[in-house]
């Protein structure tokens, strides 16, 4: 319905809008790990954002929401990233990390020839649980910190797209051996052939393993299903 107009005082009226836009972000990433604790590394998302409606912060009975022509639209962010982990229980690993870099909105949403974009900031927690030595997958619960200006006749208005994001995924590092040529080859430590090291071939990327003497089979027969209840299980 129509509201009447109404007049007030520019110096101390706080008018603004502010909404919760949501997005579904597709993230790639590679790091560097040193020293068992530190992670260097650089990436690129893409994700779908979705802005909805804005409502005013003051003066809700007296203003309208406001809404973009078109509420969904795309958003690439470049960055890169530096880490340590800080604590380890049994297979679980927690590592603090900071991503830093820049974003591109999409041209059907923002007029990018007005906006004045800055560096963004995203800061979280990454939960790894290690399926193997190699395979692990993550929980990335984080804040994320960007804004920018938008430029119009006099006049210079701040934005910000402050966000919160949970992330989940893989990792895969890359093995530092090569595979055992040898297709016969059952051995499951890491060995040597000739002058040359290899790791096994019975590793599963799925499968936690010991690179020292293997864990194939880390739960002996006798302990298995009902064998444990046998005196003599074999």
């Avoid at 309208?64 to 962010?77: N, S, V």
């Avoid at 800055?118 to 190699?134: K, L, P, Q, R």
């Avoid at 040359?196 to 071939?201: A, D």
């Avoid at 009902?226 to 003599?232: A, T």
Wanted: include cysteine; glycine fraction near 8%.
């Amino acid at each position: 319905m129509p509201v009447d107009p109404f007049t007030v005082k520019s110096d101390t009226a706080k008018l603004g809008f502010k909404g919760r836009p949501w997005s579904i972000p597709l993230n790639a990433s590679v790091h560097y790990e040193f020293l068992e604790r530190y992670r260097l590394g650089a990436g690129i998302a893409y994700e779908y954002m979705n802005i909805g409606p804005l409502h005013s912060k003051t003066f809700q009975d007296k203003i309208h929401d406001f809404e973009l022509p078109k509420k969904g639209g795309f958003m690439m962010r470049y960055y890169g990233m530096a880490g340590i982990s800080f604590y380890r229980i049994d297979k679980f690993l927690f590592t603090g990390d900071a991503q830093f870099g820049g974003y591109k909105p999409s041209k059907k949403q923002f007029d990018l020839s007005q906006m004045k974009r800055g560096m963004y900031v995203n800061i979280g927690v990454t939960a790894e649980h290690e399926f193997s030595e190699y395979l692990k997958g993550f929980v990335r619960p984080s804040f994320e910190f960007k804004s920018y200006t938008l430029n119009v006749p006099d006049k210079a208005i701040p934005h910000y797209m402050n966000a919160f994001y949970v992330n989940v995924g893989f990792t895969y590092a890359l093995p530092e051996l090569p595979r055992c040529f040898q297709k016969d080859c059952r051995a499951q430590m890491n060995h040597v052939h000739g002058d040359r090291e290899y790791r096994s071939r019975v590793h599963k990327i799925y499968k936690k393993q010991n690179p020292m003497y293997g864990e194939n089979h880390p739960k002996l027969f006798k302990y298995k299903w009902r064998n444990k209840r046998k005196m003599n299980p074999y």
